[in-house]
C-alpha cells in the first residue's frame, strides 16, 4: 500500500518537449550517461518536509549589528557577533510583525472644535460600546472599605481588599467568584504572584499567602508590618515595605529572603515597580523619590521631588519606564524623564489636595483627586511645559464617595477601577488598553494547561536579582577598560578603585615609606652648618608636631609599621606608568585644544623601543 501511494504522489506532468529528428550522432563524444533512477518514496517525501534551522543557508547579518573585530579571543568575539546578529534580527522581525496587528486603539473623537472630550460622560459611553466593552461599567457596593486592588498580568482576574480585613478574588469578565475572606485584622494591599492561583496579603502584622480557593498556605513572619506590596514577574520576587523603612525581597520559587535594604527614611506607604528594568520606586514623607534594586545597599537615584510627604508614585510602561508621574500631599503632580533627572518635565495643581496616579499601557495618565477621577493622554503629558498649568483633560468622571484611595487600569481592556471607602467603581475610558497581546507573554484567554505550560516555562526563564538594573541592556555587553590600573610589563592587571587605601597611597606616592633621615639627604642643606641646624630642628618640630595628629588611627599605625628603607620596583614602575598616563591625557587636551602642534613622525620611530 505503501508503494502504491507513493507511486501515486510521485506521478509528474507529462513532458512538454518537442519531438526532433536529430540523431545521436550529432551528439559529443564522450561516456555515456545513464539515466539516475528516481525514487517515488524520496521524492513524494521530499515536498513535504523541510531542513531544520540549524541546517539552513544563513542569511546575511542585519545592518544594526555590532562588530567586535577588536577583541582578540575567537571564541568570545564568535558569541558576541552572534549574539549581536540575533539581537538584531529580533528587533528587524519585531518591526516585521507590528504590520500584522490588526487592531487599533482609538479615542474619542467629538466633531467639532467647540466640543470637549471630557464633557462626554459614561451613560454616552455605554450606549456607544459594545456589550463586552460594556462589562467593565460596573458598581461593587462593600461596607469593610477603603478598598484598594490589583490586576493579573492578563487583566482576566481581580482583587480586593479593604482595610477592615475583607479580600476577595473573582473573575470579572465571567463573574466567577474565587474565594471571599474575612480576615477581621487591618490590610493595607493586596498583590497577584506569578498568577491567580496565588496572592499575597499585606496584613495587620507579617505577609501571608493565599491560594486561589482562600487557603492560607505561608506567612512570612520576616516581613514586619507591611504597608506597600509589588511582585517582579520575571524575577519571582516579592517585595514589600513596611513601617520599619525595610525594603525586602522575597524570593517565591525559593522561599528565600534575598536582600532586605535599609531606607534610613521612616515609614513609606508608597511604592510602585518599573516594568522595564524592575526597579522600584518609593515615595517618602520628606518628599524624596528613591529607586532601589537587589544588589546595592543604598538607593541608585534620590529625588528631591516635593516639598511635603510624596502621595503617589507611577511609571508609565508605554515607553519603556521612560516617565515617571509623582504627586504630593501639597496637590502638585509632576512628571519626570528618567534618563535625566534635571527637572520636571510638566507640573500643575491638582484640585482637593494629595491624589492618586496610574499609568495605562497607552500612556493614559489617570489621577484621582478629591472627589473626581481626570484622564490625561499622550503627548501633552509628556511634552516639556514651563508653566504650571494642566494638560489637556481627556475625561472626567465624578465620585461621591470619598475618599479615593486606588486607581488600576485594566490591561488589555479600557477600564479604570477606583477603590474608595464605599466599594470599588469600573468606568469606561476609551483607546487606554493595549489592543494586541502576546499569548506567550500575558494571555487573557489561557486555559489551564496553557496557564501550567506558562507558569514552568517562566520559572525556568527565572532572572537572577543580580541582573535588576537602572539600564538592564548592560546584561551581555562588554565592561570598559579601566582607566587607572596597577599593571607593570603584562603582569596581572587589578583596578586602581579596587586597591585598598595604603595600597593607593603607596601607588600614587602619598604614603610615608621612608624614615626620617631620608628627608635630610634629598635636601640641598648641609647638615652640620648653622643653616642646615636650624632647619633640621624646624622640620623636626614640624613633623612632631604633625604625628600629633591622628597618632592613634589604625591606618596611621599600619603605615608607620610598614616603613622600609628599600624602594618597591613595583610602585616606582606603577607611579611611572601613572606620571605618564597623565602625560598623554595632557598632551591630547593640548593638541585638541591647539595649544601645541602633534609631533610629526619620522622614519626612524620604527627603531624606537617601546616603554
Keep these: 500500500m505503501d508503494a502504491l501511494i507513493a507511486k501515486a504522489d510521485a506521478i509528474h506532468p507529462l513532458s512538454k518537449r518537442r519531438k526532433t529528428n536529430k540523431h545521436d550522432s550529432h551528439s559529443k563524444p564522450g561516456p555515456s550517461k545513464k539515466p539516475t533512477p528516481e525514487d517515488p518514496t524520496a521524492t513524494s517525501v521530499s515536498q513535504h518536509t523541510f531542513l531544520p534551522r540549524s541546517l539552513r543557508p544563513s542569511s546575511p547579518p542585519p545592518e544594526g549589528s555590532k562588530k567586535y573585530s577588536h577583541i582578540h579571543n575567537k571564541k568570545l568575539r564568535t558569541h558576541l557577533t552572534r549574539q549581536s546578529t540575533q539581537n538584531a534580527r529580533s528587533k528587524h522581525l519585531l518591526k516585521d510583525a507590528e504590520l500584522l496587528l490588526a487592531e487599533d486603539a482609538g479615542l474619542i473623537e467629538v466633531e467639532g472644535e467647540l466640543e470637549k472630550t471630557w464633557r462626554v460622560g459614561q451613560n454616552e459611553i455605554l450606549d456607544s460600546a459594545g456589550q463586552q466593552a460594556a462589562q467593565g461599567r460596573q458598581e461593587w457596593k462593600l461596607d469593610g472599605g477603603p478598598y484598594r486592588t490589583r490586576y493579573t498580568r492578563n487583566g482576566r482576574h481581580i482583587a480586593l481588599v479593604g482595610h477592615k480585613g475583607h479580600v476577595a478574588t473573582f473573575d470579572w469578565q465571567a463573574g466567577t467568584l474565587h474565594t471571599e475572606l474575612q480576615l477581621r485584622e487591618t490590610c493595607r494591599d493586596i498583590t497577584f504572584l506569578q498568577d491567580h492561583s496565588h496572592f499575597a496579603v499585606a496584613q495587620n502584622k507579617y505577609i501571608f499567602i493565599y491560594d486561589r480557593d482562600g487557603v492560607e498556605l505561608h506567612k512570612l513572619k520576616s516581613h514586619i508590618e507591611p504597608t506597600r506590596l509589588e511582585f517582579l514577574p520575571y524575577h519571582w520576587l516579592l517585595v514589600s515595605m513596611g513601617n520599619a523603612g525595610y525594603l525586602k525581597y522575597q524570593d517565591?520559587?525559593?522561599?528565600?529572603?534575598?536582600?532586605?535594604?535599609?531606607?534610613?527614611?521612616?515609614?513609606?506607604?508608597?511604592?510602585?515597580?518599573?516594568?522595564?528594568?524592575?526597579?522600584?520606586?518609593?515615595?517618602?514623607?520628606?518628599?524624596?523619590?528613591?529607586?532601589?534594586?537587589?544588589?546595592?545597599?543604598?538607593?541608585?537615584?534620590?529625588?528631591?521631588?516635593?516639598?511635603?510627604?510624596?502621595?503617589?508614585?507611577?511609571?508609565?510602561?508605554?515607553?519603556?519606564?521612560?516617565?515617571?508621574?509623582?504627586?504630593?500631599?501639597?496637590?502638585?503632580?509632576?512628571?519626570?524623564?528618567?534618563?535625566?533627572?534635571?527637572?520636571?518635565?510638566?507640573?500643575?495643581?491638582?484640585?482637593?489636595?494629595?491624589?492618586?496616579?496610574?499609568?495605562?499601557?497607552?500612556?493614559?495618565?489617570?489621577?484621582?483627586?478629591?472627589?473626581?477621577?481626570?484622564?490625561?493622554?499622550?503627548?501633552?503629558?509628556?511634552?516639556?511645559?514651563?508653566?504650571?498649568?494642566?494638560?489637556?483633560?481627556?475625561?472626567?468622571?465624578?465620585?461621591?464617595?470619598?475618599?479615593?484611595?486606588?486607581?488600576?487600569?485594566?490591561?488589555?481592556?479600557?477600564?479604570?477601577?477606583?477603590g474608595h471607602s464605599a466599594g470599588v467603581s469600573g468606568i469606561l475610558v476609551p483607546g487606554v488598553g493595549e489592543p494586541n497581546f502576546d499569548s506567550s507573554e500575558a494571555d487573557p484567554f489561557e486555559n489551564k494547561r496553557a496557564r501550567r505550560e506558562r507558569e514552568v516555562k517562566s520559572l525556568l526563564d527565572k532572572i537572577q536579582p543580580d541582573a535588576i538594573a537602572l539600564d538592564p541592556d548592560f546584561v551581555g555587553a562588554l565592561a570598559p577598560t579601566p582607566k587607572l590600573s596597577t599593571a607593570v610589563d603584562g603582569a596581572h592587571d587589578i583596578p586602581y578603585a579596587r586597591l585598598p587605601r595604603h595600597e593607593r597611597l603607596r601607588v600614587s606616592g602619598k604614603a610615608d615609606e621612608t624614615e626620617e633621615g631620608h628627608d635630610d639627604a634629598v635636601d640641598g642643606t648641609d647638615p652640620h652648618g648653622e643653616a642646615g641646624q636650624a632647619t633640621k630642628a624646624s622640620s623636626k618640630a614640624e613633623k612632631e608636631k604633625k604625628k600629633m595628629r591622628g597618632k592613634n588611627k589604625t591606618l596611621k599605625r599600619y603605615l608607620r609599621k610598614q616603613r622600609k628603607n628599600v624602594i618597591d620596583p613595583r610602585a616606582v614602575a606603577v607611579r611611572k606608568k601613572l606620571d605618564q598616563e597623565r602625560e598623554e591625557r595632557r598632551q591630547a587636551k593640548a593638541i585638541a585644544s591647539g595649544a601645541e602642534e602633534p609631533r610629526k613622525s619620522s622614519a626612524l620611530d620604527r627603531f624606537k623601543r617601546s616603554s
Design 252 to 418: 517565591t520559587s525559593t522561599g528565600q529572603l534575598v536582600v532586605e535594604h535599609r531606607t534610613k527614611l521612616g515609614a513609606c506607604n508608597t511604592m510602585c515597580q518599573n516594568p522595564y528594568n524592575a526597579v522600584i520606586h518609593l515615595g517618602h514623607q520628606n518628599g524624596t523619590v528613591t529607586l532601589w534594586t537587589p544588589n546595592l545597599p543604598h538607593p541608585a537615584v534620590r529625588l528631591l521631588a516635593h516639598l511635603g510627604p510624596v502621595a503617589s508614585v507611577s511609571v508609565d510602561p508605554s515607553t519603556g519606564g521612560r516617565y515617571m508621574a509623582t504627586a504630593g500631599q501639597d496637590g502638585v503632580v509632576k512628571v519626570w524623564d528618567c534618563r535625566n533627572w534635571k527637572g520636571a518635565v510638566r507640573t500643575w495643581n491638582a484640585r482637593g489636595g494629595s491624589a492618586i496616579l496610574d499609568w495605562s499601557q497607552k500612556g493614559a495618565l489617570g489621577l484621582a483627586t478629591g472627589g473626581s477621577v481626570n484622564v490625561y493622554t499622550k503627548p501633552s503629558v509628556q511634552t516639556p511645559f514651563n508653566g504650571i498649568v494642566a494638560p489637556p483633560l481627556y475625561l472626567t468622571h465624578p465620585v461621591p464617595h470619598r475618599p479615593l484611595t486606588s486607581l488600576r487600569f485594566c490591561p488589555f481592556q479600557d477600564v479604570l477601577t477606583i
